[in-house]
């Protein structure tokens, strides 16, 4: 009973390992894609549809990603579902993972991002020495300097965040700052640091303000 228990599994996985390979085959999604640039793909690896490893040499391909996006100089892609890294700029509209780099910006994110220089929008978790996300975003910022202003879209609410750093810079929302130097205008903020500094009052060691 077992064994014939163990055989149904096995041949279920078999069936739907290979209506997913048809799935993929019918929307041209390829396991491996090796890019010189964007606009030039090292055969036979087509720069498209990637479920596995898209490989970028000097720039990454503009399509959707769910694996790993390895580059050596920079990577772009439409969207990552998984990793994207690379010793240069990483970019990508959407990320749900984690990105690593000495760049990382992304329109949309929702996971990790560690780098020098990450900019981003969305629910995540920034590691760098400058971190920046806009006004709509629920993020924990940990490095040199925390930026929590940049407006990519002005209409929306402002949201929360946490930065841990030397200096730490907000404008709207709810947040708690904790560093040598914390900037706060507008919004609920509570600070912890040297110098803290919220719409023109300065105090030292403790800063609170609710709005």
């Known amino acids: 009973m077992k064994k014939m228990m163990m055989a149904a599994l096995f041949a279920a996985m078999v069936a739907a390992v290979s209506q997913d390979a048809a799935a993929s085959r019918s929307a041209d999604w390829f396991p491996v894609s090796i890019c010189l640039t964007m606009a030039r793909p090292i055969p036979p690896f087509p720069c498209d ?3 596995g490893l898209s490989l970028c040499l000097l720039s990454g391909e503009d399509c959707p990603v769910y694996g790993l996006q390895a580059s050596c100089l920079s990577g772009c892609a439409e969207s990552i579902y998984g990793v994207q890294t690379g010793a240069g700029y990483q970019c990508a509209d959407d990320v749900y993972g984690l990105q690593i780099g000495g760049a990382n910006v992304t329109t949309n994110l929702r996971g990790v991002q560690v780098g020098c220089l990450n900019g981003m929008r969305g629910c995540g978790f920034q590691v760098g020495a400058w971190n920046i996300v806009d006004q709509t975003s629920s993020v924990v910022q940990i490095g040199a300097m925390n930026s929590h ?5 002005a209409t929306q609410s402002s ?9 730490n810079r907000a404008d709207g929302g709810s947040r ?18 040297i110098l803290n500094f919220h719409n023109g009052w300065i105090t030292p060691l403790l800063g ?4």
């Open 49 to 51: 549809n990637v479920a």
């Open 149 to 153: 202003f940049w407006k990519m879209d």
């Open 159 to 167: 949201a929360s965040s946490l930065q841990i750093g030397i200096a």
């Open 176 to 193: 708690l700052q904790i560093g040598g130097i914390n900037l706060s205008d507008d919004g609920s903020c509570f600070q912890i640091g």
């Open 208 to 211: 609170w303000s609710f709005k």
